[in-house]
């Protein structure tokens, strides 16, 4: 009987089913809040040390690298080439080297010739002053001497150049001396050269390698800088040829260049791999469009192969000027291309192996100039009957396979140079992949 509940006990009373009219109605005191609730406390009032440091740094990565970008965007606009037959374009005079200027001596000329050549020396040696010590010393005797003295040096012969070619034959009307307009800018071309060859070579002090593991910041240290000396030495003799006018735009590109690499990592936006790249490819074509080329047979500036041959342009000086015209031309593409690395050596993803980033990566960024030169091909053979197919599409058609071509070998020089050279021993450090076993990174 204990046990078996009664009847009475399973079936609930009247009055507990039916909710009272007292417990229905809310009072009047739990309805109106009291006056201290209401007033929000003094501490509530005044933000937290902790979130002003995290808006003043929101601030300082968020909206200070977007209007820093935003303001070299639109000044490097400024120097965009008028396309033939485009209506209601006007010519700039920005781009245009000192002694073709009416009156060099003006003080607007003079002002935009001084920015360039402070720009031009100040660049490589805000390169050799970021790099830090540690690794700096690690490197090779001569790479050592051509980071801190070379390339600085350069940038000052490169200035120097401009100066006989500008002020003397242009505001004098005086042709300036035979080593001003050949031998010196042979000399850059040759120092600038000599550094690239010592970093596929030489580019560390093999003696120094029993340390290396608890003396620099990680294996990416030495790759980080070599390709940056590489990088330092290809702009500065393509800054030369591209004449003092363009030096704004130049300088420019690589301040952009390296605000990006500053961002990315900041933020270390590894997740968005392919956001990158597209951005460094645009970037590649926004700056043939700054460094004052179109897509014309006619823009081609021929007079960029006399900056280093000396008139006579037969036998082997055909070749050095077509390959000075070429790289006048190509500039963004090299630079971009050979810089492209960056983007994995500064970033912080240890997940895969240093040789598996670089590839994906190379694939990403040929796969991109690939697909636009496709689109080109594309809008060529729909426009095959057009008027101006002769004028606007086959020249562009021309141009991106140009492009294609040179974004491929300088992205397989870079690769080979940084898995294959020297400098392989750091990359191998975190793992090594074979192209086929890459294969799962790369998908």
């Known amino acids: 009987d204990s046990m078996v509940p009664s009847r009475d006990s399973m079936v609930p009373s009247r009055d507990s089913m039916v909710p009272s009219r007292d417990s229905m109605v809310p009072s009047r005191d739990s309805m109106v809040p009291s006056r201290d609730s209401m007033a929000p406390s003094r501490d509530s009032m005044v933000p937290s040390q902790e979130s002003t ?79 830090p010590t540690v690794p700096l010393g ?106 003092d006018g363009v030096a704004l735009p130049s300088a420019l590109m690589l301040i952009q260049a390296a605000l990006l690499l500053w961002v990315f990592t900041k933020w270390d936006l590894q997740g968005t791999r392919w956001a990158l790249v597209i951005i460094w490819g645009l970037m590649s074509c926004q700056y043939f469009y700054c460094l004052g080329h179109t897509p014309t047979v006619t823009s081609l500036r021929f007079e960029a192969a006399f900056t280093v041959v000396d008139g006579d342009v037969s036998g082997l000086n055909m070749l050095v000027a077509g390959f000075v015209v070429a790289l006048n031309t190509l500039a963004s593409q090299v630079l971009f291309a050979i810089g492209l690395p960056l983007l994995v050596l500064l970033g912080k993803d240890h ?59 300088c992205v397989l020089f870079v690769y080979a140079l940084l898995t294959m050279g020297p400098v392989s021993h750091f990359i191998a450090y975190h793992g090594s992949c074979e192209p086929l076993h890459c294969l799962p990174w790369v998908l």
């Open 53 to 131: 440091v995290r808006l003043s740094n929101l601030l300082f990565v968020v909206l200070l690298p977007f209007l820093s970008l935003a303001t070299i965007v639109r000044v490097a606009k400024a120097f965009f080439s008028c396309r033939d037959l485009q209506v209601g374009c006007t010519d700039t005079t920005l781009t245009s080297p000192l002694s073709s200027l009416p009156d060099p001596l003006a003080p607007s000329s003079v002002l935009r010739f001084i920015l360039s050549c402070v720009l031009t020396c100040a660049l490589p040696l805000c390169l050799v002053r970021s790099i």
């Open 138 to 243: 690690y490197l090779s005797r001569p790479l050592h001497l051509l980071v801190r003295f070379g390339l600085p040096l350069a940038g000052l012969g490169t200035c120097a150049s401009w100066v006989l070619e500008g002020l003397l034959q242009g505001g004098s009307g005086v042709a300036s001396p035979m080593w001003g307009h050949v031998l010196l800018p042979r000399g850059v071309c040759a120092l600038c050269a000599g550094t690239a060859l010592v970093c596929s070579v030489k580019p560390y002090d093999t003696s120094k390698m029993a340390t290396w593991k608890d003396a620099l910041p990680g294996p990416r240290a030495i790759p980080a800088v070599v390709l940056l000396a590489v990088v330092a030495s290809l702009w500065i003799p393509i800054t030369l040829v591209l004449n």
């Open 351 to 409: 997940t895969e192996p240093l040789s598996a980033q670089l590839l994906v990566i190379s694939l990403q960024y040929t796969a991109f100039h690939f697909l636009k030169m496709m689109v080109t091909v594309f809008a060529a053979s729909l426009h095959r009957r057009h008027l101006m197919i002769w004028g606007v599409f086959s020249p562009r058609f021309m141009y991106e396979g140009a492009f294609q071509a040179t974004t491929d070998m």
